[in-house]
């Protein structure tokens, strides 16, 4: 097999991204549990890890205009999301607010989300999109919306934890 016949069987396994075709590395990006935990208030809610695989990935949490969570096809609302790096809470609706706190590449950070009725045990299909500005300029927040919008998504079959 020449050199073309290696490179297509890597595409086909998806070894391969083409320039401007994706702009992070799904597999292993989202954790393979999703964890119920209790906070303070008593009250229950769920934590999905997710690691920084985004090409370019220094940037400020800001860098992303919104973050939307699905669990089993239905959407979790805007105010029950929460980001968590390093032990810091960030309201989802209220990332693009932040350029002091940096995601780095390949570090962990949790996405929370309290929802109004319990997960039942087993398997659930995640599905967590990122919408983000086109301005990569690490040092510079699209506050007006000047710049376009890109959209990318990981997902997967997480199974239900129970964290005490």
């Given at each position: 097999m020449?050199?073309?016949?290696l490179k297509e069987a890597k595409k086909e396994r998806g070894d391969i991204m083409p320039a401007g075709t994706s702009y992070l590395f799904k597999a292993g990006m989202l954790s393979d549990s999703i964890y119920k935990k209790v906070d303070e208030k008593e009250s229950a809610y769920y934590e999905i890890g997710v690691k920084n695989q985004f090409l370019h990935a220094v940037?400020?949490?800001?860098?992303?205009?919104?973050?939307?969570?699905?669990?089993?096809g239905k959407e979790v609302a805007q105010e029950n999301i929460w980001f968590v790096i390093r032990g810091q809470?960030?309201?989802?609706?209220?990332?693009?607010?932040?350029?002091e706190v940096f995601?780095?590449?390949m570090e962990e950070a949790q996405i929370c989300i309290y929802l109004p009725e319990l997960l039942t045990t087993g398997t659930h299909h995640v599905k967590c999109t990122f919408i983000m500005s086109m301005l990569e300029d690490t040092q510079v927040l699209d506050m007006e919306n000047k710049w376009p919008r890109r959209v990318e998504?990981?997902?997967g079959e997480l199974k239900l934890e129970e964290m005490v």
């Open positions: 020449g050199h073309g016949g940037h400020p949490i800001g860098w992303f205009k919104k973050l939307e969570v699905e669990i089993d809470w960030f309201a989802a609706e209220k990332m693009y607010t932040i350029s995601w780095n590449l998504f990981v997902e």
